[in-house]
């Protein structure tokens, strides 16, 4: 009984893939195999062939795929220096607006809003209850929004 090793027929095996064949057998498994990868090899010619007349009927000479940032100038849009000035300004307005909250307001504020905890940790970490701590987010929020009325 001969023995077949698959990887010398296939290289993009990595691994030795051993096959008892019969020693009669041995030529009809080769020609077999042979046959079985020249029809891999036209059937992927054919997808080929038939991805190039797409393209060219479509027009579609480019690919999004491609990863010299076509898809990203497509999704993303990169901001114009307008939008630039608003943004900073809007961040300048709103540390300004912080820095006129009391130490424990401004705190509670930065921890809920910059941070995203909830407001039982900050209870939790402070040491106080619950409803101080929400009752002081409100005072702040609301100091900030009459603070911010004249930048309008």
């Known amino acids: ?3 077949i090793n698959l990887r010398d027929l296939y290289p993009e095996y990595e691994l030795d893939c051993i096959v008892d064949v019969g020693d009669d057998d041995v030529d009809d498994f080769i020609v077999a195999m042979t046959k079985e990868i020249a029809d891999v090899y036209v059937e992927y010619q054919r997808s080929e062939n038939a991805y190039q007349r797409r393209t060219y009927y479509h027009n579609a000479h480019y690919s999004l795929n491609v990863g010299d940032g076509i898809e990203n100038s497509a999704v993303y849009h990169s901001p114009s220096p307008e939008e630039l000035f608003i943004e900073r300004l809007t961040r300048e307005h709103l540390h300004a607006a912080l820095t ?3 130490q424990p ?3 509670r504020v930065e921890a809920h809003f910059v941070y995203g905890l909830c407001v039982t940790d900050i209870a939790d970490a402070e040491g106080t209850v619950k409803s101080s701590v929400c009752e002081s987010i409100q005072r702040g929020l609301h100091n900030m929004k009459n603070y ?3 930048f309008d």
């Open 100 to 102: 006129i909250l009391s």
């Open 105 to 107: 307001q401004r705190r």
């Open 148 to 150: 911010l009325r004249k």
């Open 1 to 3: 009984m001969a023995k």
